[in-house]
């Protein structure tokens, strides 16, 4: 079982589509992290979100941390082929950061 | 412009070998962690390093042990190779924890037959 869930673990889209993704525990995290990782490459930091309600955006990247710092989502406008990766959360309490399994993000040009 | 750099990229093990996956970074960061990535799993945390001298446990030590003699260099060791340590092992470095930005390097392929 995953502390950390994320949906959909798979997601195939046409390019200019917005999509969502969403990072749900039943616990509550001090921080929490989104990564995106491409084939035979160490994951990438997107952003860090600390303050529950906190939103921050990334270019065409939206993130959310829940007001309850249980959960967050990741919105991405108008998707590019470039977007194309795995998007991992990962929670962090006191250097003990937990991963979720990751959505599998496909953009079709 | 190297980072964190490990060696091997790729290995085939036999039950019960052993062998240590190195791992150095050359940031000058304090922490230092190892992680596995299972197919689907996301990633687990093996053993990480606060400082040089100082290690401890993640969520899954089981079979492995780590050293950090120095601030630059964190080796993982898997002394009796089983098949359940097939996995992708991530070494990553960050300057004071994990609300900092974590690096990783680009990956260890592991296959135990």
């Known amino acids: 079982t995953q502390l950390l869930e994320q949906s959909p673990q798979f997601l195939s889209i046409q390019e200019g589509e917005n999509l969502t993704v969403y990072c749900n525990s039943s616990s509550v995290f001090s921080s929490l992290q989104w990564y995106r990782q491409e084939p035979g490459e160490g994951p990438v930091l997107l952003v860090t979100v600390v303050t529950g309600g906190e939103v921050k955006k990334l270019k065409r990247l939206t993130f959310q941390f829940g007001d309850a710092r249980k959960d967050s989502s990741l919105h991405i406008t108008a998707a590019q082929t470039g977007d194309t990766g795995l998007y991992l959360c990962?929670?962090?309490?006191?250097?003990?950061?937990?991963f979720g399994a990751g959505t599998r993000l496909t953009v079709k040009p | 412009n190297a980072g964190v750099t490990q060696t091997p990229k790729f290995r085939i093990l036999k039950i019960g070998q052993s062998m240590t996956l190195q791992c150095t970074q050359d940031m000058n960061h304090n922490y230092m962690y190892w992680y596995r990535q299972d197919p689907g799993m996301g990633l687990k945390l093996i053993y990480y390093?606060?400082?040089?001298?100082?290690?401890d446990k993640g969520e899954v030590p089981n079979g492995y042990n780590v050293s950090r003699s120095t601030t630059e260099d964190f080796p993982l060791r898997l002394e009796l190779a089983a098949p359940s340590q097939t996995s992708v092992y991530f070494c990553?470095?960050?300057?004071?924890?994990?609300?900092?930005?974590?690096?990783f390097g680009e990956g260890s392929w592991l296959t135990v037959v």
């Open positions: 390093s606060v400082g040089a001298g100082i290690t």
């Open positions: 990962a929670g962090n309490n006191n250097n003990d950061m937990r």
């Open positions: 990553a470095s960050s300057y004071s924890g994990v609300r900092n930005t974590i690096y």
